[in-house]
């Protein structure tokens, strides 16, 4: 039970640190005024915010998360 409560912390946390940071960079994307960039304008505005570590982070725990929240519902029951 403690793998699927952890699991489930940890999926809440990284599916919120996906979130946010693409909601700050769809916000501050008119505000990347070049258009010829080589990573497109959503892309340049995460690497110009530097919220890729963010999204790093997020994708880890998330995983991370489901990982812990599958050991813990198809492991045997501790009794």
Same mark, same amino acid.
């Given at each position: 039970?403690?793998?699927?409560?952890?699991?489930?912390?940890?999926?809440?946390? *990284?599916?919120?640190?996906?979130?946010? /940071? +693409?909601?700050?960079?769809?916000?501050?994307?008119? %505000?990347?005024?070049?258009?010829?960039?080589?990573?497109?304008?959503?892309?340049?505005?995460?690497? %110009?915010?530097?919220?890729? /570590?963010?999204?790093?982070?997020?994708?880890?725990?998330?995983?991370? *998360?489901?990982?812990? +929240?599958?050991?813990?519902?198809?492991?045997?029951?501790?009794?």
């Amino acid at each position: 039970m403690k793998k699927i409560i952890a699991g489930i912390g940890f999926e809440i946390t *990284g599916a919120l640190m996906l979130l946010f /940071p +693409s909601l700050i960079a769809s916000i501050s994307l008119e %505000n990347t005024t070049e258009w010829n960039t080589q990573l497109g304008r959503y892309w340049q505005t995460i690497f %110009n915010l530097r919220l890729l /570590p963010v999204i790093i982070i997020g994708s880890v725990l998330l995983i991370t *998360g489901i990982i812990f +929240s599958l050991w813990g519902i198809f492991s045997k029951s501790e009794k």
